[in-house]
C-alpha cells in the first residue's frame, strides 16, 4: 500500500484491525446519524404540518369573527325592532290610537335601544353646554352669543357615539363664536 506521498507503506495486521475498527465506528456513528437526521426531518415534516394546521384555523377563527361579530349586537336590537312592529300594528288596528300608547311604545323601544347600545360598548355623546372638542364634534353652525363663553356648545343636532372609546360618529352640533 502507498502513503500520500507515493511511498510502499507497510501493514500490519495489528494495523488493519485497528482501521476496520476505526471504519465499524465510523459507519455506528454514520447509522446514528442518519437515525437522528431521519428523525429531525420527521420533526420538521410535523411541525410544518401543525403550523399550516394552526394558520388555517386561524383563518377560520377571524372569518367566524369577522362574520359574527354583530351577532349579539344584533340580537339585541331585534327586541326593540319587535316593540317598534308592535306599536306601528297597534297604531294601524285602532283607527284613533292615542299619543299616550304610541309615545309608550317608542319609549319602550328607545329604551331597548339604549340597553343595546350599552351592553355593546356603544356610548352616545351629547356635548350640550360642554366646551368643543373637535376630535368628538362637529360644528355644523357657529353663533355669536353673549350668553355663553367662546367655543361652547349651544345646541346639539345630532348626539354622536364612540363605540368601546373609538369614535363612529362626532356630535354635530351649534357652537358659540370663539373671540
Known sequence: MKNRNGEDTKISPEDSFEEAEKVDSAMEELNGLRVELADCKDLLIR?????????????????NARDFAIQNFASNLLAAKDSMEKGLDIAYMENDADKVSLIEGMSSALRLFNDAFKNNGVQEINPLGKKFDPEMHEALT????????????????????????????PARVEVSEGQ
Open 47 to 63: 411541525a410544518r404540518a401543525e403550523n399550516e394546521n394552526q394558520r388555517k384555523r386561524l383563518n377560520r377563527e377571524v372569518e
Open 142 to 169: 357657529i353663533n355669536k352669543t353673549e350668553k355663553a363663553e367662546p367655543n361652547m356648545v349651544l345646541s346639539v343636532f345630532q348626539n354622536g357615539y364612540t363605540l368601546n372609546g373609538r369614535l363612529i360618529r
